[in-house]
Each structure stands twice: as C-alpha cells, then as structure tokens.
C-alpha cells in the first residue's frame, strides 16, 4: 500500500485569520458587483413589470411577427403576411429577435415584447460597462440609471417597435469604439462597423448618425499613427457597408416577382425605401408616398416647429429631455478639465464620443422637416446618460475648484428648474412633485457651491440628494409609463399634458389647437389628446373646428367613443381630405364611430376596422361573427382577406392567425397592388373576402389611386354584407350581371 503524503498542520494564530478574511471576501460579493446587479435587476423590473397588459402594442409589427413564425420566407423578408404579399416599411432585423422568440414561446404578447425589455436591460448593461472602463464604477453606474430612467427608454424598451434593438447595437458599437480608442486594435474598431451594419437593418440611416463622432473621436485621438487611423477608419466603413449591406443586395438581386413588394417604396425598390421614404425625406420632408406631406412655412411643418428648442417643446421634452441641460454642461465641464491633455486622452475622447452622438442626434431630430414621432428620441438616452455621468463624476472628483463646484450646482440648477417646467404640463398630475424637487433641487445646489467639508459621510449624502433631485421627475414619468398599457404607431410616455398657449394636447403634431398645426385647425379645442400623443389620445383635437376638420361628432376628434378604442383619433392634421369616417361618420361602415375627420395634406389616413377596429395608430379585434367568418374555409385560399392599409389589416390578421392583404401597405398609398394584379387575384380565387375601410363600405379618401380604384371595383362587381358592424365583400361571388 502507497504511504499517503502527510497534511499540512492547520494554520493558528494571526495567519489563520488573515485567510479566514480572505476566503470570506473572496466570497461574499463586493459593493460594485451588488450595485451593478442592483441597477440592472431593477431596470428588468420596470421594464417587464405587467408586460402583457399593452397586449399586441404596435398591431403592424406584431402581425409581421406572427407572419415570420408560418413563414421563413417572410422571415427572411420582414414581411407583413405569410403569404408574402408585402413587407413592413423597415428592414427586419428587429423583427427576427421577435420571430425567434415567437417561434420558442408561441405568438403572444410576452414572446413579442419581453425581447425587448432584455434589449433595454442589455443596453444598460453595456452603457454601464462602456463608461466604467474610463471613468470607474460610479459614473458607469450613474450612465445607466440615467438611461434607464429616460421615460422614452422605459416606453420603447417595453415595446415592439425597431427603436429597442436599434439603441442596444448603437450602444454595443460606441462599447467597441471605447476598447478600439484604448489600444488602437483594429478588430475593435471592425466590430463597432459591423454593429452599426446590422443597426442598419433595424431602422436603416438613422443607426449612420453615430457615425461622424465615431470617426472624428477616432481620427483625432486613437493612439496609433494618422496614417493607420486612415485605413482602418476606410476599413471600419467597409465593415458597415459588408454587414449592412448583404440583405440590401441579397433583396435586389432577388426577381422581384418572387418575393413581396417593398412596403413604403414607390417603386419596389429597397434602395428607394431607404434613401426616400426612410431616409432623406425625413429630413427634407419629401416623403413620397408617406402619412403626410413634410415641411412647411416658417419651420413649422405637420409634424410641428422644428429648430433648436424642438426637444424641449411640449410634444418631445417630456420623453427624453430631463436631463439634456445637465448633459451638455456637464460634458463642457469634462472638455474643460481635460483642456491641456495629451492628443490621445480617453477621457476627452470620451467626452467627444458621447457628446458627438447627442448633438448630431439632436440637431437632426430638432430641424427634421419629415416625419418624426416623440419615441424616435429614446435614441438619445445612452448620450445624455454617458455624459451625465462622466461629466459628473469627473468635477465631482474636482469640486476643491470653485468652477468645477459652479458647473455642477449650475446642472443640477437647470436640471430641476426644467423639471419644474415639464411636470407643470400635466398640473392635475401629482401636483406636489414639482414644488419638491425645485425647492430641494435649489437648496442641494447651493451646497454644491460650498467647499466641501466633512468626512466621506457627508459627502455621499450630498451626493445622494444631487442624484434623488435629478432624477425624480423623470423617474416619477417612468413610473406612469410603466402603469399604463400602451397601443398603437405612435406611443408615449409619461402622463397627458396640457400646454398653457394651445389647450389639451399642446402644440405638437399628435395634439393641441395651434392654428396650421396638426392637432387642431382654426377654431378646434384639442379636446381629444395629449401632446405626447400615448394613443390613448392619439391624433387628438378638432371638437370645437368645423366638420373638415373632424369638429362635429359625439366624441372628441369628431366621432363618438366606441368600445375598445380610445377617444381622440380625429380632428388634428390640417389640408386636404378626411379620414373615413370623418365627421362623426362611421368607420369601417358599421356602426361604432371611428376615426372622425382629422385631415392631412395630400391625402387622408387609411379608415378603421369598425366595431372594434383601428385606424393610424392601432388595429382593433374584429367581432366574434367576423372572425368566424373569415376563419371559414381559410386553408383554401392564400389570403382570407384584403383590406386598404396595413394597420386595417393588422387587426384581422392577427384575430384569425391567417393571411390578410394589406393593400397599399401601411398608409394605404404604396401603389401596390395594381387593379389589374388584383383583379387577376380574384379571378383566380386567391382571395376570399374584402373588408371595407370606410364609410358606407368605400375605401378611405387618402389611399393611393390604385387603392381607390380597387375599392371602387369591388363596390361596383360584389354585394356587401355588414358582419359585426364591418361591411364584407365575398370576393368569390360577383353580381349576377357583372358575372353575365
């Protein structure tokens, strides 16, 4: 038998405790791991808390969803139908995150939106990490809540729009641009290309604007030599065209006659949909084909003023603009402390890095002609976070000087003095709230001018007010918009404002009564929604107008409350033509009025589903007798079903699981499918039945010409029958004289 080696002695004495120590703190997890685990365990709470109650949230996007989970081949393409008939407007990569999970879990509203809360927790995760490696674990910290308690991010990341997974690979990108800034390794900087390649498949050129700080931060502070900096600049560019660019291409070169019209082109082109409708339009408001017609005179277009206060107004500030004073003095802070540094310092790199994306970001948004929404602003609270925090925690380090001491009181100062100003939008919303944080706010800044003194102690209580005054407000409207189920196209969050110059609904494009403005005509009140648009008050206003402007009817916005759908729908975008069912008229030729009368230029929004239906912002669920009725003999044809506007369709689609035509995409005004196209689909019993949009049973006033002429040949070859207050036309039984 082996002698078995003899054990060590066991320690005693003062050795022995000094390992007790060690082992102990080896095991029990340190302050910054309980704090980070903190920060991102509460940010999943928010963000998944009562997921399910928003149900089917943008309906467009979840029936896409429902789409790539019976068909790979709408997968691949984004798009709307299984039956492949039409894509969505943007490219599909946020979709495939939804898909996949769907094709897990099951189509539902927990497998559509929980990827998207992980994506927000995620963000955050990287944000934190990304500041940390500079500026240490506070300021990360800080970086993250900030963001996190953006109430656009808390909106966006608890919902189905692209805007999620667009603000995780940006964040993930700015994450590499912060190790290639370190080292100089190209591989860092190829992997930020390729993260803002496949940005580009989730909301196409806004994921570019980005780029021009990423490359001049690089260009100016890497620490190799200009000349590597060049060419790997030239090769990062490479990386983004390669992974951005193969699903371009692979949908180019693919005949056309073999896979979906591009939704929201002209042409079927998805380079047209990317430099048009979704890309230099927005900017020159050129749309063609879109909701509305883009800018007008003296900077203020249908979708509201534009200029450097836009992100400040009525309509954007409460979603994203809490802190933006406090970021952009704090980031002038950094810059100024860092003024004599060597070319290569990552703290002015960073600084330029952060403050590059919310300036480049911000002006586009703020003088954008096009169409823009509230939530599109969620892609500036990683920036305002980064520079909250780093800038903060940098003079905070330095408050021996009394200008570093200055700069900070004055952020904290501008910062609860906004808040003051954004939560007396909403008077009759928690009243007290503003009066605390300004007085409390006030009374911490001015201790911030003090020397400090003290020990430690002191010092972290007073950092802790500075943080609870700061960050009060906005996390007062995160909480709002966690409690509150949001639907539609145009979310957002927080609670209804009211704007002091306009009434309800302020000035915006979703809300208020500012003569030329959407959201009210001449005379109307503004009565049926808020500025920040939530879609409960949707494209609001128009009680008191005339009946052009959807002024007449039971309910606010010109028509009278129905069941299921929120109040407010009509009576905003001013020019020419009306919604279905304006003025009070009934929509989707039932009984249950819909979305009475708002205008807009060029043409009027697509109608809605009648008892229990949508229009612009969401689709509703049809009746039990519809839904049966569609459901009936459905394996035998490709589409159960075609109706004018996607978000018309979205709504039957998903009620019956089964493919549902979107004629005209998602306006209605795509020119696609021709009348000849689909009266050949008829002919060959591909689709069964068409739902009508509007009035008694038309198509709406706004659609494109080919969509008119569609509805009017269906009117005038087949008879209707009014299924649960919607008007239905069985395709597969023409009038007797037109089939003689």
């Not at 589409?639 to 209605?668: C, H, K, R, S």
């Not at 591909?686 to 049973?697: K, L, P």
């Amino acid at each position: 038998m082996t002698d078995q080696p003899a054990l060590a002695p066991p320690l005693t004495g003062p050795l022995a405790t000094v390992r007790a120590h060690r082992v102990a703190a080896l095991r029990r997890p340190s302050w910054t791991t309980v704090s980070l685990l903190g920060l991102l365990a509460v940010t999943a709470v928010l963000y998944l808390w009562d997921l399910g109650a928003s149900g089917w949230a943008n309906s467009f996007y979840s029936a896409a969803v429902l789409a790539g989970t019976r068909s790979w081949k709408a997968f691949l393409f984004g798009s709307f139908d299984a039956s492949n008939f039409i894509t969505v407007d943007k490219p599909p990569a946020s979709l495939w995150v939804m898909e996949i999970s769907a094709r897990l879990f099951g189509v539902n509203a927990w497998s559509i939106l929980v990827p998207q809360a992980l994506e927000g927790v995620a963000a955050v995760g990287l944000l934190y990490a990304a500041v940390r490696r500079r500026f240490g674990h506070a300021a990360g910290l800080i970086a993250g809540a900030v963001c996190a308690l953006t109430p656009v991010a808390a909106l966006m990341f608890r919902y189905n729009n692209p805007d999620a997974l667009l603000v995780l690979l940006l964040v993930a990108s700015a994450y590499a641009m912060t190790r290639a800034l370190e080292d100089g390794r190209t591989r860092w900087l190829a992997l930020a290309g390729v993260l803002v390649g496949f940005a580009f498949l989730t909301k196409t050129l806004q994921s570019f604007l980005v780029l021009p700080g990423f490359a001049a931060v690089y260009l100016l502070a890497a620490p190799v030599s200009v000349r590597k900096r060049i060419l790997q600049l030239l090769g990062a560019g490479l990386t983004v065209v390669v992974s951005g660019g193969w699903w371009v291409a692979l949908v180019t070169l693919w005949p056309a006659a073999a896979r979906p019209y591009i939704g929201g082109s002209t042409n079927n082109s998805e380079l047209n949909l990317i430099f048009g409708y979704n890309g230099f339009g927005r900017i020159t408001g050129n749309e063609v084909g879109s909701v509305v017609a883009g800018g007008g005179a003296g900077g203020a277009g249908v979708w509201g003023p534009t200029g450097l206060l836009r992100m400040f107004s009525d309509t954007f500030g409460g979603q994203c603009s809490w802190l933006i004073p406090a970021a952009l003095i704090l980031g002038a802070g950094l810059l100024w402390l860092r003024g004599r540094a060597p070319r290569s310092d990552g703290k002015r790199a960073a600084a330029l890095l952060w403050g590059g994306w919310l300036l480049v970001t911000g002006l586009l948004f703020s003088f954008a002609q096009g169409i823009i929404h509230p939530y599109y602003t969620v892609a500036l609270a990683p920036a305002i976070g980064a520079l909250v925090g780093i800038g903060g925690v940098e003079l905070w380090l330095r408050r021996d000087r009394l200008a570093a001491r200055g700069l900070l009181a004055a952020a904290l100062a501008a910062t609860v003095i906004w808040a003051f100003a954004l939560l007396s939008q909403s008077p009759d919303w928690l009243p007290w709230l503003r009066f605390v944080i300004l007085q409390a706010g006030l009374l911490t800044a001015a201790a911030l001018l003090a020397p400090p003194i003290g020990g430690p102690g002191l010092a972290g209580l007073l950092a802790g007010c500075v943080l609870a005054t700061a960050l009060a407000g906005p996390a007062a409207y995160v909480l709002d918009t966690v409690a509150t189920p949001h639907t539609g196209s145009i979310p957002s969050a927080g609670p209804a404002t009211t704007d002091a110059a306009t009434g309800p609904g302020g000035g915006g494009p979703l809300g208020g009564a500012t003569a030329g403005l959407p959201g009210g005509g001449p005379t109307g009140a503004g009565q049926g929604g808020s500025a920040t648009g939530r879609t409960e008050g949707g494209i609001a206003g128009g009680t008191g107008g005339p009946p052009a402007l959807g002024g007449t009817g039971g309910g606010p916005g010109g028509g009278a409350p129905r069941a299921g759908v929120p109040s407010g729908l009509g009576g905003g975008v001013p020019a020419q033509g009306t919604l279905p069912g304006g003025s009070g008229a009934p929509s989707g030729g039932g009984p249950s009025a819909g979305n009475g009368g708002a205008t807009n230029p060029g043409g009027t929004l697509p109608g809605g589903l009648g008892a229990g239906g949508g229009g612009l912002l969401n689709a509703g669920t049809p009746s039990a007798a519809l839904t049966a009725a569609l459901e009936k003999d459905a394996s035998r044809y490709t589409w159960v079903a075609a109706a004018v506007g996607a978000q018309n369709a979205a709504g039957y689609e998903l009620a019956t699981g089964d493919p549902v035509m979107a004629i005209g995409g998602f306006n209605g005004t795509d020119p696609w499918p021709t009348l000849a196209v689909f009266e050949r689909l008829v002919a060959e019993h591909e689709i069964h039945y068409f739902i009508a949009s509007g009035s008694g049973g038309g198509g709406g006033a706004g659609e494109s010409s080919e969509s008119s002429a569609i509805t009017s040949w269906v009117e005038s070859h087949f008879s209707s029958v009014s299924i649960g207050g919607t008007n239905l036309y069985d395709l597969t039984s023409p009038l007797t004289s037109n089939a003689s």
